[in-house]
């Protein structure tokens, strides 16, 4: 009876041991990391959290630019499931990795807007433009300043947007409920 309970042991241990190496082998990681933005890309948030807290608990060492973004993710993860305090917890655990993340400081600087803590998001969007200037933190250096009245500012940086990228521009500036004829006389004066 205990030789063959020592057999069981030694097969049992055997089986968790190769469970484990498979979750804590580089491939696992990656593939946990494609699958959790697959479910991002579908918009299952929840289901996307739960994958990317998999991959921070694996035994996998992680370079800290790809842990940065697991952060990040799990910050927007956390910002579609409208948990902005959450969401800022982990695009500041992402900073701490990478400090000069431009998507992850646009992103913190979102949910600094969405909270109407304009002031400090605008050194983020600051930080950020000087790392890389694109089109959405251009836009929302405008929307940061409009709110902030430095109007100089912002007519700036909407004049920069427009000339980046119109459409993308124009698409932002209807969800913040400006009128087709606004825009119209502002695309004009922009032109010159």
Known sequence: MNQARAIWMIVLGVVVAGICSFSARPGAVEDKYVKAGLLLDKNRFAEALVVYEEILTTDAP???KKKSRV???LGFCYYQLNDLEKAREYYGKALDLD????VCLNNLS???MNQKKYEEA?????QAYGVEKNIKVIFNL???HYY???RKEA???????????????QDRLKKKNVSQRDIERLKKYVKG
């Open 148 to 150: 902030l009245d430095h």
């Open 122 to 126: 605008l050194p983020c969007l600051n």
């Open 62 to 64: 992680l370079e800290d």
């Open 155 to 169: 007519l700036a940086y909407i004049e920069e947007a427009l000339r980046l990228d119109e459409a993308y521009t």
């Open 71 to 73: 952060f990040n993710n």
């Open 99 to 102: 400090r000069n993340y431009s």
């Open 142 to 144: 405008f929307v940061t």
């Open 110 to 112: 979102v949910v600094l």
